[in-house]
């Protein structure tokens, strides 16, 4: 075939070809490709660009059923493969680098409110010493239940490490923040945990740091820290409570509010 005599890829044929065979070619290209199977995106391809200069006629054959099939269930096995990625293997919530990709992009275009919540089991150490890492492992996975419960869309729940996680809370206000946090505390304190082991009894501590849009300078990590810090607090006042700044002063939400002594640590330390 001549130069001449070639068909044009930018004339109808090629665009009839397209949204047929030449697509399902290119999205099966893209999916492998995505998944590091290179020979066969490759593949894929040249017989998206044989289609395209085959098609002198206009005409776009028909597109095979088991094409089609191969198309849904690389498209499904790959949304899973990015599911399992963004997920803690033990308790599912979402893992921690989700957390930081998502706190970054979060805090960049956050025009509203944003509160993070830092929960810390407590004494978690002498539930897996007593109870066994079996026993440790059920108590984080219901732990995580627990703290999801009523959690309102967007805000979402991740693995910090280790007993910690975190509720990321966007656009919600400071009050509403502390009683979410709150109440997650409550579930945990209330549930009846010794279904599960007898004598066992299992509660959380919480910061939480509140950020208007655009204010916090220092990114994710920085509110992550105050967060922290907040949680130290909560701590050393006693755990199993909620704690949070106001006015420049460490509070404690709930019942946790009428002790006496409440610290105020402005440094995150170990714990």
């Known amino acids: 075939m001549t130069a001449s005599s070639q068909p044009d890829v930018s004339e109808p044929s090629g665009q009839q070809a397209d949204g047929g065979l030449v697509n399902l070619h290119e999205k099966l290209a893209g999916l492998l490709a995505s998944r590091g199977q290179w020979r066969e995106a490759y593949d894929h391809l040249r017989s998206a660009l044989d289609l395209i200069y085959q098609d002198s006629a206009g005409h776009a054959p028909p597109v095979p ?59 978690f150490k002498q539930v897996n010493d007593r109870y066994g890492h079996l026993v440790g492992d059920r108590v984080l996975q219901q732990v995580v239940e627990l703290l999801q419960v009523e959690l ?60 208007v849009g655009g204010t916090c300078e220092n990114g994710a ?41 409440i610290a105020d640590v402005r440094v995150a330390e170990h714990y």
């Open 152 to 211: 309102p869309e967007p805000a979402f729940c991740a693995r910090y490490g280790g007993e910690e996680f975190v509720l990321v809370l966007p656009d919600t206000d400071h009050a509403t923040a502390i009683e979410i946090a709150e109440a997650a505390r409550a579930r945990v304190e209330r549930h009846d945990w010794s279904a599960m082991a007898p004598g066992l009894r299992v509660t959380v501590s919480a910061g939480v740091a509140h950020e």
């Open 65 to 123: 059923e088991q094409l089609r099939r191969e198309v849904d269930r690389l498209r499904r096995e790959h949304a899973e493969a990015h599911e399992q990625s963004i997920r803690d293997s033990l308790t599912a919530s979402y893992n921690r680098r989700y957390l930081d990709q998502r706190l970054v992009a979060m805090l960049s275009e956050q025009t509203g409110a944003l509160a993070v919540a830092l929960v810390d089991l407590d004494w």
């Open 221 to 261: 990590e920085h509110q992550l820290l105050q967060a922290d810090s907040l949680l130290y607090s909560a701590k050393q006042s006693g755990r199993n409570a909620v704690a949070y700044r106001e006015d420049g002063r460490v509070r404690l939400a709930g019942p946790a509010a009428g002790r006496r002594a």
